[in-house]
């Protein structure tokens, strides 16, 4: 059963300028479709399209009437004495107006009976329990707890959320609605680690349809099945997740060049008999034949010349600008400790940083990654301890909201009066990070979020420096800006410390995790997959030699049992070596899937700890 048609769909904002020039395509029911393109090319139109919110210029889109669709893109509008809960609430009304109607029949009935209103309790009873009208509260907690949405912003009014909490209170909404058909437009720009994994394994669940718009590579990994591309109001169609997007792409547009290739190759090759042949009738005057054969060759040329040369990726060419760092320490933290409002964000921190190093620093939203960040770069002071740079060090910083002196400056100036270079050096950079024609005279205040960041980029990769803080550096940054930030990323060479919950983005970049959990600092000297490895580990039941109280040591085998026992992990010990041989081969064949690679990390690291124990065991035993 098809749950979106959408057939031939133009919309235009601007005269002869189609954003959706004709597209169409099916979603199935119970499919995870993912919606990729550049910001610009849309997406979020289509979104509204779809649910209603724009009408087309032509073009049409069926919804099946049966089913209930949900949108995320925007927040509806709730009287302004609605609390968060309230909000959440929302989603039961239909049961709540049973329930109602329920308790008007059941003090009817005190007075007397009859049979019409016995059938008409026993019909409302059936579909409040069937609509789970009995587990209202155990749902509500369950989807809030998965989202992060604790009792105390529950208990705020929504008016007063940021717009990240009124998108998670919205999304949590929605889940609790049991939507038949969800449109998610960017739904984990505003979710930590944790709540973006809680809504990658609800929608595995999920019985629905899902199409999702989404630039985190990660999750669109995980969510989706099916990979629909917007590019110049065109619908192009790969049936996998985003690695296979990936790796599919690359394979068509090999073949778009070969056959383009093959085509020009060809055409010029006709071309040149055809000019020959005109010539030749031309000295010959009555040679009229050859001419007409030239005609001919060259209508030959027009039908054979159909494909069109692959469109170029416009890749970012500027790199941050380094200063090499002289010193062992680029960063010492002593004791550091902040509070706010009687709650510990952290306390006693103790850590060193040497230049060079690539630090992720994670936690869940509201954990003082940011105030931590802020502490860093002076902004704010901790309630004890200190942080200090090295004297050679120059810092940077791009901050999750980015902001200019003066916001009423067009992009242009604003280069120019803070980097002080000239006019055309000033055009040139803002090119290459995609600032062209009129895009340069818009002022700052009009730029998105994405842009600012953009232009903040384009400034500080002026800036000669040696230790770098990148504060969410891939936020509202569509796939083709996140992998040329990575670009300029990798090639720097310097001191790195970044906070994201782009699981991407830490993978490729973090060689030691800083980790705020519950006013707990943690330093892991790892990369984000050995990390993950460890905190699962962690999570998982100890194993029985762990339970044994501590101190206790192991009874001493008879001779028989000892033999017995160590012939017993032998053979566990080269199952083990079987399964990490399995696992080596697994990572060669998954070398385009990042989420598969992250998986096979997390279950090698296990495989390793678990064979390092048994042959301490076996050692032992042997002795």
């Known amino acids: 059963m098809i749950d979106i048609s959408v057939q031939n769909v133009v919309k235009a904002f601007e ?85 109602a109607r329920m308790e008007v029949i059941e003090r009817e009935m005190e007075r007397g009976s009859s049979p019409e209103l016995l059938r008409e309790y026993d019909a409302l009873a059936a579909e409040y329990e069937s609509g789970g009208g009995y587990t209202t509260d155990y749902e509500l907690n369950r989807v809030a707890n998965g989202l992060e949405i604790p009792p105390t ?52 669940r999920f019985k629905g349809t899902v199409l999702v718009i989404s630039h985190d590579r990660y999750f669109l990994d995980r969510a989706v099945t099916r990979t629909i591309e917007i590019e110049r109001g065109k619908a192009e169609f790969y049936g996998g997740n985003y690695s296979f997007y990936v790796e599919e792409k690359r394979r068509r547009r090999e073949e778009q ?43 030959r040329i027009e039908r054979l010349t159909k494909t069109d040369r692959p469109k170029a990726d416009k890749k970012i060419k500027s790199r941050f600008g380094e200063r090499e760092f002289r010193g062992d320490e680029a960063l010492v933290i002593k004791g550091l400790t902040k509070s706010y409002d ?51 060090v120059k810092l940077a910083h791009l901050p999750q909201i980015v902001k200019f002196q003066s916001m009423y400056r067009s992009a242009l100036d604003t280069v120019l009066f803070e980097t002080n270079c000239s006019p055309q050096t000033a055009r040139n950079r803002l090119g290459a990070f995609k600032f062209s024609g009129e895009d340069v005279f818009k002022t700052v205040g009009d730029l998105s979020g994405g842009e600012r960041s953009r232009l903040r980029l384009c400034i500080l990769m002026d800036a000669e420096i040696n230790f770098l803080i990148l504060d969410e550096p891939t936020n509202h940054l569509d796939i083709a800006s996140r992998e ?104 060669y064949l998954a070398a385009s899937d990042f989420e598969r690679l992250l998986e096979l990390d997390d279950e090698e690291a296990l495989l390793n700890a678990e064979l390092e124990a048994k042959i301490d065991e076996w050692s032992e035993l042997s002795e």
């Open 484 to 587: 040329w930030i990575e670009d300029a990323v990798r090639d720097y060479e310097e001191t790195l410390l970044f906070v994201s919950h782009d699981r991407y983005f830490t993978e490729k970049f973090a060689t030691r995790v800083w980790e705020l959990e519950d006013g707990k600092f943690t330093d892991y000297p790892c990369g984000f997959a050995e990390y993950r490895a460890l905190k699962a580990a962690a999570a998982a039941p100890q194993s029985a030699k762990s339970d044994k109280p501590k101190g206790e040591k192991p009874k001493r085998q008879t001779p028989r049992n000892s033999q017995r026992l160590l012939e017993r992990l032998e053979r566990e010990i080269a199952q083990l070596e079987e399964k990490l041989s399995d696992v080596a081969a697994a990572r």
């Open 15 to 99: 005269v002869d300028k189609n954003i959706l020039d004709g597209i169409s395509f099916d979603v199935e029911s119970g499919e995870r479709v993912g919606l990729l393109g550049d910001n610009g090319a849309g997406k979020t139109t289509l979104f509204r399209v779809i649910a209603g919110e724009l009408e087309t210029d032509e073009g049409d889109v069926a919804l099946p009437a049966s089913k209930k669709l949900g949108l995320i893109s925007q927040i509806p509008v709730f009287p302004e004495s609605y609390t968060a809960e309230d909000v959440l609430r929302e989603a039961f009304t239909r049961l709540y107006r049973l329930r």
């Open 342 to 392: 009687g709650r510990v964000l952290f306390e006693n921190i103790d850590a060193e940083v040497h230049g060079g190093e690539r630090i992720a620093l994670l936690g869940d939203n509201g954990s003082g990654k940011t105030t931590l960040v802020k502490i860093l770069m002076g902004e704010e002071k901790p309630d004890a301890g200190y942080a200090r740079c090295g004297p050679a």
């Open 257 to 299: 060049q070969k056959r383009y290739e093959r085509e020009q190759s060809e055409a010029k090759r006709l071309q040149a008999a055809a000019d020959r042949m005109r010539q030749w009738g031309t000295l010959d005057k009555g040679s009229d034949a050859l001419v007409v054969k030239a005609r001919a060759i060259e209508k």
């Open 153 to 204: 912003q529950r208990a705020q009014l929504f008016s007063t959320l940021s717009g990240g909490e009124k998108t998670r209170v919205n999304l949590a909404r929605l889940i609790l609605e049991n939507t038949d058909i969800l449109l998610l437009d960017e739904p984990t720009n505003h979710l930590d680690m944790r709540a973006t994994e809680w809504l990658e394994s609800y929608l595995e």
